[in-house]
């Protein structure tokens, strides 16, 4: 395999989920739902690529910065039983491959090397006032089984407003406190050399449920 003479493309796709196992869906119905009040809305490209065509491309990696904005508005309803929270976390989809890897599109030549890695993806959610759980860290998902919180519920409210912590799970939105319910997305690529030259598919999926 000569990889100067190959390239291999790998690219994402966002989208949003309501009903995923790795959601962590809640029975509880204390916040408006989306379409019902709350609000749910991903600017930018939805469909991001990565082209790698030498050496260097491969060593070196991507970085793509602010390639999406999630912009969230949630509602609490007029008389809960207890309080709004919710939670936000992301986890990826491989149109049923196995499990630790991309989905194979399409492949140039007969190479016998693996598969990319699910966890050659890092992502970065950044806004203001540091409102994500991953800080100012990137992160990975080493499985399309497992799922990554950008915000959760651990039994705490944290309430919008004050733009001085992590985790703000309360009723707001990004048209009163943009610097808590609005997330720039970043995204790191570095694939090794030892991956099959192709063409390859990950889908990164959003859960925005309720999390009391």
């Not at 690219?11 to 916040?31: E, P, R």
């Not at 986890?91 to 990319?116: C, F, I, K, R």
Request: net charge neutral; aromatic share 10%.
């Amino acid at each position: 395999m000569k990889w100067f003479l190959c390239c291999c493309s790998i690219f994402i796709v966002m989208s949003k989920v309501n009903a995923q196992a790795n959601c962590n869906l809640s029975l509880t119905s204390n916040c408006k739902p989306t379409g019902a009040g709350s609000q749910y809305i991903v600017t930018g490209e939805p469909t991001i690529n990565f082209t790698f065509q030498s050496f260097g491309d491969f060593i070196v990696g991507s970085n793509l910065f602010g390639v999406n904005i999630l912009k969230l508005a949630i509602e609490e309803n007029t008389a809960p039983a207890d309080d709004c929270r919710w939670r936000l976390n992301v986890h990826m989809d491989n149109n049923g491959g196995a499990a630790t890897q991309w989905e194979q599109v399409y492949a140039y030549g007969s190479s016998s090397a693996p598969l990319p890695a699910v966890d050659i993806l890092e992502m970065r959610f950044r806004n203001q006032c540091n409102t994500s759980l991953t800080g100012s860290n990137y992160a990975n998902l080493s499985s399309t089984a497992t799922n990554l919180d950008i915000v959760e519920t651990p039994g705490t409210s944290n309430n919008a407003g004050t733009c001085s912590g992590i985790n703000v799970n309360r009723p707001g939105s990004y048209l009163t406190n943009y610097g808590e319910y609005s997330f720039a997305i970043d995204y790191k690529l570095k694939p090794t050399l030892n991956i099959q030259p192709g063409i390859y598919r990950l889908n990164v999926r959003f859960c925005l449920t309720e999390g009391n």
